[in-house]
């Protein structure tokens, strides 16, 4: 039994999941993954069901209705996480913008250097990221430095999807009160996970853009992680952060 799951949200991912699933049951550490996908047009699911056998006991996989936002996904994710008494819970993309290799950089983040929340960072050593336009290479920099603004967080890369939380901080997340569901959901996560004084590791990562697919991005998203940051530190103001324990439920 491993001490650690990934959980990989899917939505058209039927070019990469198989090489992303097979490169990290590759990987020194022993993982285990979550699929979860919002009912792909594509077929995603479909690969993934055939993979399941052999990978028995490693390999997960739940299929939702339709697609319900990356949020929903991650938080579906880490009370099933829970519920199973997994110790180290990764988020990761599924189109290969994230380093499969860098996984065990950031779990070794958590468990050997005593940090609670792992974040592969784009920015903490400079702008590593390849691929990307450079209008979305300042988009996304310059939303990282308007959160720290608003929020006070000194965490650099503040819409980063690629980490590793100890379960500890997601039991003392309330998560049925998360409100936000596309890049704002990153950003509430690390804020209220800053807020209740865990401690915060970045781990300086290369980001590469998507070589297949298409990426999920929009106006809409952005949005709302624009003005769902003025809310986050609003709420702030007039409300203390308290940890929440969570009692998982037996698998």
Known sequence: MSDSLIIIPTYNEKENIEKLIRKIFSLSKDFHILVIDDNSPDGTAGTVRELLNEFEGKLYLDVREAKLGLGT???????????????????????FSHNPEDLV?????????????????????????????????????YASAYVRLITGMKVRDTTAGFKCYKREVLEAINLDKI??????????MKFIAWKLGFKIKEVSIVF??????????????????????ISLRLKSLFKGYKKYRAIPVAA
């Open 73 to 95: 996904a991650y938080i579906y994710g880490f009370k099933w996480a829970l519920q199973r008494h997994y110790k180290y819970i990764f988020e990761m993309d599924a189109d």
């Open 105 to 141: 950089r950031l779990y070794n983040t958590c468990a050997d250097d005593g940090y609670d929340l792992a974040i592969g960072s784009r920015y903490i050593n400079g702008v590593n990221v390849i691929n990307w336009p450079m209008g979305r290479v300042l988009m996304s920099y």
């Open 208 to 229: 590469t853009d998507r070589s297949e697919g298409a990426s999920k991005m929009s106006k809409g998203i952005f949005r709302e992680a624009v003005l769902g940051v």
């Open 179 to 188: 409100r936000f569901t596309g890049y704002a959901f990153q950003i509430e």
